[in-house]
């Protein structure tokens, strides 16, 4: 099974800041790597599919990178409604795991 | 407009066997690529990937849960079945239904609300 984890798995930030959140896999997945959004009792809400491509409505403040094992999500400058936990996922090869998550919190 | 829902038991008791109904509309199982998964989420902790059917009935389950799930498809009625056996306290969780719209890359752009379902005797 391809392991899936992110760092921080918390972080505190003010709106407006610049945050980059990574995520790293056990071993390569080319770029099949997928971000959600979820908000505390809410469904996780897709970001960014393959790495790099953003979601259909999704703000443009958000961006992804990365390829093989290593990878980011940064968002380039927090509103309020980025406050939530951010999941990576692995399409590469089944289970298509997740990360654990990374909380991101008002400083 | 791409919805879908959950339902089954919110209560079933240890060794019983869990079936959950994702019953969806705004797409087809038939079109080529799409495809219906399984994640579930227990209380305060992370995603767990389960289980997917795509549009041509391949499957694919996670290696740890296979031997305890089976997932199946019926197109006609634009549902997915699944079934997991021999439930256990800690398999209470909230399972989501999703919508894969890539073939063999599993993204999941729609979801379902989530069903709760607590493993208690």
């Known amino acids: 099974d391809i392991q899936m984890t992110q760092s921080p798995s918390s972080l505190s930030a003010s709106v407006g800041d610049r945050v980059t959140i990574t995520c790293r896999a056990s071993q390569s997945i080319s770029n099949y790597l997928n971000w959600y959004q979820q908000k505390p009792g809410k469904v996780p809400k897709l970001l960014m599919y393959t790495a790099s491509s953003l979601q259909s409505g999704v703000p443009s403040r958000f961006s992804g990178s990365g390829s093989g094992t290593d990878f980011t999500l940064t968002i380039s400058s927090l509103q309020a409604e980025d406050f939530a936990t951010y999941y990576c996922?692995?399409?590469?090869?089944?289970?298509?795991?997740f990360g654990q998550g990374t909380k991101l919190e008002i400083k | 407009q791409i919805t879908l829902k959950e339902s089954g038991p919110t209560l079933v008791k240890p060794t019983q066997t869990l079936t959950l109904t994702c019953t969806f509309s705004?797409?087809?199982?038939?079109?080529?690529?799409?495809?219906v998964g399984w994640i579930r989420q227990p209380p305060g902790k992370a995603l767990e990937w389960l289980a997917l059917?795509?549009?041509?009935?391949?499957?694919r389950y996670s290696p740890s849960l296979k031997s305890r799930l089976t997932i199946t498809k019926d197109t006609s009625k634009n549902q997915v079945v699944l079934t997991m056996t021999n439930m256990d306290p800690v398999d209470t969780a909230t399972y989501y239904c999703?919508?894969?719209?890539?073939?063999?890359?599993?993204?999941?752009?729609?979801w379902g609300q989530g069903t709760l379902v607590t493993v208690s005797s």
């Open positions: 996922q692995q399409s590469y090869s089944t289970p298509y795991s």
């Open positions: 059917i795509y549009w041509d009935g391949d499957k």
């Open positions: 705004g797409f087809s199982l038939s079109t080529s690529g799409v495809g």
């Open positions: 999703a919508r894969s719209p890539r073939w063999l890359q599993p993204d999941y752009d729609y």
